[in-house]
Nanobody
Framework: QVQLVESGGGLVQPGDSLRLSCVTS????????????IGWFRQSPGKERERVSC????????IYEDSVKGRFTISRDKGKNTVYLQMNSLKPEDTAVYYC?????????????????WGQGTQVTVDR
């Protein structure tokens, strides 16, 4: 069982930046990030949840959804069991609830195909 807690959301103006944090923990693992890849997802009202970015357990090349490439950066601090999503040049269309999730894969260096554990989400609102 892996627990994930997001934080860092808020209300910002277009062009501003935010950094989201996802703190992971597990009762049977000291370092969940050694075993689980992490994805950041978002969902806005009336839209399906979409994956924004992900990073593998081995820190291979992260993946970004096209609309956030060049603006968002995913990173991880294994010592703190935390994954970050740095979001720059925010746009109103980035408004959503952002979730982090943990999963595993049989493919070395790949992001998870499925995610087994989810956080509760943090709201990001980009508005004038």
């Amino acid at each position: 069982q892996v627990q994930l807690v997001e934080s860092g959301g808020g209300l910002v103006q277009p062009g501003d930046s935010l950094r989201l944090s996802c703190v992971t923990s597990a009762s049977t693992l000291d370092s969940p990030l050694l075993y689980y890849g992490i994805g950041w997802f978002r969902q806005s009202p009336g839209k399906e949840r979409e994956r924004v970015s992900c990073i593998s357990a081995t820190d291979d090349s992260p993946i970004y959804e096209d609309s956030v490439k060049g603006r968002f950066t995913i990173s991880r601090d294994k010592g703190k069991n935390t994954v970050y999503l740095q979001m720059n040049s925010l746009k109103p269309e980035d408004t959503a609830v952002y979730y982090c999730a943990a999963g595993t894969t049989l493919v070395w260096g790949a992001c998870p195909e499925e995610y087994d554990y989810w956080g509760q989400g943090t709201q990001v609102t980009v508005d004038r």
